[in-house]
């Protein structure tokens, strides 16, 4: 399909400002509300202190930080041995329920397809291999509020690249990024020109990966923004742009209506204004019902998980740091079409663009050996806390002047419609629907996801 530039609707501004509202209304009670917070770190540094408290302001980021505290240190993956062989021996001590009752995933992941997983899991799978892909890129840390920030930082060989910076989400990590870094830092190489290059940056959210633990509540999306435009402004950034799918979504989505100073412009493909919404959006035309209809069954069939982690995440994360097995289907028992994608990589050996055997056990693998399925887990329900305050205190957020871009991907949740994308966001200045792609759409198809980027920003760089 082809991309097209967005009419200028003349929408009301209580209409904007009520989907604007919808998913983030708690950013208006959170504005500036941030602490410090003391966390296990992956690197240390001596004597390194808590960075000082960012002040955000609708249209400014202002951060003096501690000199100390602002360090960056190169990061390596180095798995101990150990770790790896308790893994092996707790998957071959799997305990299995017996067969589902039912022909379909409506009881949860399916007993052949985690039996398969864990077979191959057992025999074939090698973390060494994705160890060495992580090591080959320039990995660094950085304390910001008191957590270590692990991130993935890739300088293009293209002079004037334009900075970008892309959140993953879960049941994600920094892992359904990596095959988007060759088409977006080196164009050149994949049919791209030098004029689509960008600098790279790819932070594990705090309590995923590599990046450290908060020991204390708060760090919710409006602070990991906010940690986020600090992050591009110890690396020099003084100009660049945001992308997110998933909760990167909702952290991308803060960023722009936080504007912090240097930011150009957002890139989404989750449209997270509709899903958090308290009353549906217009069904007028046949597309929005469509879109109604598939959040219906999200809401109503698959979103277990969900409601799990943002009330009682502490709940299912003795199982995820306890069962390798019950981690796997955990974090695979997400929406329908990357299920689906994903038992077909195992029960049938046909993967689906990037969402192959070993890149689905990369990502299981590292939530393992870093032990932070709780800890990610968490997120959820920090995000709910913001969301009950932010409603109990009537206010909404400001709205998002900065150019906004989205792609609507065929397999993710719910297709969004054009008209719902703009009737959250008054400045939209990229809209198109991609023809392959799901939930995970870095992941699944990396250059198709980038060609994406590129056109989303084109204008900006």
């Given at each position: 399909?082809?991309?097209?530039?967005?009419?200028?609707?003349?929408?009301?501004?209580?209409?904007?400002?009520?989907?604007?509202?919808?998913?983030?209304?708690?950013?208006?009670?959170?504005?500036?509300?941030?602490?410090?917070?003391?966390?296990?770190?992956?690197?240390?540094?001596?004597?390194a202190?808590?960075?000082?408290?960012?002040?955000?302001?609708?249209t400014?980021?202002?951060?003096?930080?501690?000199?100390?505290?602002?360090?960056?240190?190169?990061?390596?993956?180095?798995?101990?041995?150990?770790?790896l062989?308790?893994?092996?021996?707790?998957?071959?001590?799997?305990?299995?329920?017996?067969?589902?009752?039912?022909?379909?995933?409506?009881?949860?992941?399916?007993?052949?397809?985690?039996?398969?997983?864990?077979?191959?899991?057992?025999t074939d799978?090698?973390?060494?291999?994705?160890?060495?892909?992580?090591?080959?890129?320039?990995?660094?840390?950085?304390?910001?509020?008191?957590?270590?920030?692990?991130?993935?930082?890739?300088?293009s060989?293209?002079?004037?690249?334009l900075?970008l910076?892309?959140?993953?989400?879960?049941?994600?990590?920094?892992?359904?990024?990596?095959?988007t870094?060759?088409?977006?830092?080196?164009?050149?190489?994949?049919?791209?020109?030098?004029?689509?290059?960008?600098?790279?940056?790819?932070?594990?959210?705090?309590?995923?990966?590599?990046?450290?633990?908060?020991?204390?509540?708060?760090?919710?999306?409006?602070?990991?923004?906010?940690?986020?435009?600090?992050?591009?402004?110890?690396?020099?950034?003084t100009?660049?742009?945001a992308?997110?799918?998933?909760?990167?979504?909702?952290?991308?989505?803060?960023?722009?209506?936080?504007?912090?100073?240097?930011?150009?412009?957002?890139?989404?493909?989750?449209?997270?204004?509709?899903?958090?919404?308290?009353?549906?959006?217009?069904?007028?035309?046949?597309?929005?019902?469509?879109?109604?209809?598939?959040?219906?069954?999200?809401?109503?069939?698959?979103?277990?998980?969900?409601?799990?982690?943002?009330?009682?995440?502490?709940?299912?994360?003795?199982?995820?740091?306890?069962?390798?097995?019950?981690?796997?289907?955990?974090?695979?028992?997400?929406?329908?079409?990357?299920?689906?994608?994903?038992?077909?990589?195992?029960i049938?050996?046909?993967?689906?663009?990037?969402?192959?055997?070993?890149?689905?056990?990369?990502?299981?693998?590292?939530?393992?050996?870093?032990?932070?399925?709780?800890?990610?887990?968490?997120?959820?329900?920090?995000?709910g806390?913001?969301?009950?305050?932010?409603?109990?205190?009537?206010?909404?957020p400001?709205?998002?002047?900065l150019?906004?871009?989205?792609?609507?991907?065929?397999?993710?949740?719910?297709?969004?419609?054009?008209?719902?994308?703009?009737?959250?966001?008054?400045?939209?200045?990229y809209?198109?629907e991609?023809?392959?792609?799901?939930?995970?759409?870095?992941?699944?198809?990396?250059?198709?996801?980038?060609?994406?980027?590129?056109?989303?920003f084109r204008?900006?760089?």
């Amino acid at each position: 399909m082809t991309a097209t530039m967005p009419l200028l609707h003349t929408l009301t501004r209580t209409r904007r400002r009520f989907l604007g509202s919808a998913a983030m209304t708690m950013l208006a009670a959170q504005m500036g509300m941030t602490g410090s917070a003391r966390a296990r770190t992956t690197t240390t540094s001596a004597g390194a202190q808590p960075a000082e408290e960012l002040r955000m302001t609708t249209t400014q980021l202002d951060a003096t930080p501690d000199t100390a505290s602002t360090a960056i240190s190169p990061f390596r993956a180095d798995i101990p041995q150990a770790d790896l062989d308790d893994l092996h021996q707790r998957l071959a001590a799997m305990r299995w329920p017996s067969k589902e009752l039912v022909a379909d995933r409506s009881q949860g992941v399916q007993l052949a397809t985690i039996q398969e997983l864990t077979r191959y899991w057992s025999t074939d799978y090698d973390w060494r291999t994705l160890e060495a892909t992580l090591n080959a890129l320039p990995q660094f840390t950085t304390e910001i509020d008191g957590v270590d920030i692990h991130f993935i930082h890739v300088k293009s060989k293209h002079e004037n690249a334009l900075p970008l910076i892309m959140t993953h989400g879960w049941p994600g990590s920094v892992i359904e990024l990596l095959g988007t870094v060759g088409p977006l830092t080196d164009p050149t190489a994949y049919g791209g020109t030098a004029e689509d290059a960008f600098d790279l940056v790819l932070p594990s959210l705090p309590g995923y990966g590599f990046s450290a633990e908060p020991t204390e509540l708060g760090w919710d999306h409006v602070r990991t923004a906010q940690a986020w435009a600090e992050l591009m402004r110890r690396l020099g950034y003084t100009r660049y742009v945001a992308q997110g799918g998933d909760l990167g979504a909702i952290v991308t989505d803060v960023m722009g209506r936080l504007a912090p100073e240097g930011l150009l412009g957002i890139h989404m493909n989750l449209l997270v204004t509709t899903l958090g919404s308290p009353t549906p959006p217009p069904g007028d035309t046949e597309e929005e019902r469509a879109a109604l209809a598939q959040i219906n069954t999200f809401t109503t069939e698959g979103f277990g998980y969900f409601l799990e982690q943002s009330t009682r995440p502490q709940t299912i994360g003795y199982a995820l740091l306890d069962s390798p097995g019950a981690l796997a289907a955990w974090l695979l028992d997400h929406d329908t079409d990357s299920y689906e994608k994903i038992s077909s990589a195992f029960i049938d050996g046909q993967p689906t663009g990037g969402l192959t055997r070993d890149h689905i056990l990369d990502n299981i693998t590292l939530y393992w050996l870093t032990g932070t399925g709780a800890s990610a887990a968490r997120w959820y329900w920090e995000l709910g806390q913001a969301q009950a305050k932010a409603r109990a205190a009537g206010q909404a957020p400001p709205e998002v002047s900065l150019p906004v871009a989205f792609t609507t991907f065929p397999g993710e949740i719910f297709k969004a419609p054009r008209s719902w994308v703009e009737l959250g966001y008054p400045n939209v200045t990229y809209f198109h629907e991609a023809e392959r792609g799901g939930h995970f759409a870095a992941w699944e198809e990396p250059e198709l996801f980038a060609d994406e980027v590129r056109a989303a920003f084109r204008s900006l760089g």
